[in-house]
């Protein structure tokens, strides 16, 4: 069988620079890095774009070197987000264990998950992950509760948001290329993923990311993200 491939890009569009990352993707499991561009940011303050003719320019020319390095053009990006008009909320949920028996069921998952991923954003706000808290069945905590007996399932979600206009803005950027934008990551997440490992993220770590313009934060526990969030002073 032909190995089906296709290529990525990472882009982050920071304050002091912009990157581009392409990874070479093999069947949705192996990821090679194959090319490898960056560029002086302009038009960019604090994670937001203000002018859009010059943070296309410098994305564009990271774009470009990447794509030589790479051999290829990408076929969708992977969009990193930071800027201080992100913010989170935490909302849980809980329902009663549905079957006669008391053992959990992939309804009763999929339904306080819903319930916990519900709460209403404000006017002009955007979702960019919902970041599921640990299951507790009964009070206990449980990593995967389907099968398992008990009567009351509770979860939940810490869910981050943004301005729908400034994050508009850096999906602009990169349609105006002609590239689909497959999803959003928080740029914390991204840091915080590459430098701890699965214990520290199940023990508790702080990881801080000290850009130009910004701080992105992320607090681990239980092996997954608690709390995120930006601070608008950077190295700057």
């Known amino acids: 069988m032909i190995s089906k491939t296709r290529l990525i890009g990472a ?12 990874g070479e993707l093999m069947r949705g499991r192996t990821l090679n890095i194959v090319g490898l561009g960056s560029c002086p940011s302009r038009g960019v303050i604090k994670g937001g774009v203000v002018d859009y003719k010059e943070a296309s320019a410098c994305t564009h020319a990271a774009f470009r070197a990447a794509e030589e390095g790479a051999g290829s053009p990408v076929d969708a990006v992977y969009l990193a987000q930071t800027g201080a008009h992100l913010e989170g909320f935490y909302h ?41 808290r640990p299951f507790r ?6 990593p995967d509760p389907e099968h398992l007996v008990g009567q009351r399932l509770e979860v ?56 130009c313009g910004t701080t992105d934060f992320v607090l681990y526990h239980d092996g997954v993200a608690y709390q995120t969030g930006v601070v608008p002073v950077g190295g700057d």
């Open 11 to 22: 882009v982050e569009i920071g304050t002091s620079k912009v990157t581009v990352l392409v």
């Open 92 to 132: 849980e949920a809980s329902v009663n264990v549905n079957a006669a028996d008391n053992c959990v069921g992939a309804l009763d998952i999929d339904t306080a998950c819903r319930l916990a991923m519900a709460k209403e954003l404000p006017a002009g706000r955007a979702v960019v992950h919902h970041i599921r």
């Open 137 to 142: 069945l009964d009070g206990r905590l449980v």
């Open 156 to 211: 939940g979600s810490w869910t981050v948001h943004g301005s729908e206009a400034k994050i508009g803005d850096h999906i602009h950027v990169i349609t105006g290329f002609n590239l689909r934008v497959d999803e959003l990551i928080l740029s914390s997440l991204a840091s915080g993923t590459m430098v701890t490992t699965p214990e520290e993220r199940q023990n508790g770590v702080l990881v801080l990311d000290l850009g």
